[in-house]
């Protein structure tokens, strides 16, 4: 109970620095950064899926990388958590 207590604290102090980070941008940086990034992700994925060298039956090897590529950016899917 302590310990959820205190994860509740430290989860609002970093909530609270966190909205005040995102207000400090202003409106014109955040969505350039957020398009960045998407890009950037976008380009991996089509490297991968073009990359000759992931070549199994399955595609085992291209959905790793794809899903890699996701969870570096901290966009992670349930059906692959581990």
């Not at 909205?19 to 400090?24: M, R």
Request: hydrophobic share 45%.
């Amino acid at each position: 109970m302590e310990q959820d207590l205190s994860r509740a604290m430290y989860e609002n102090a970093i909530g609270k620095l966190v909205v005040n980070y995102l207000e400090s941008l202003g409106t014109v940086e955040l969505p350039s950064l957020a398009e960045s990034s998407a890009l950037k992700l976008i380009a991996e994925i089509k490297a991968v899926l073009d990359d000759d060298s992931l070549e199994d039956p399955t595609c085992f090897q291209r959905i790793d990388a794809l899903v890699d590529a996701f969870y570096v950016r901290n966009v992670h899917t349930p059906r692959h958590d581990w």
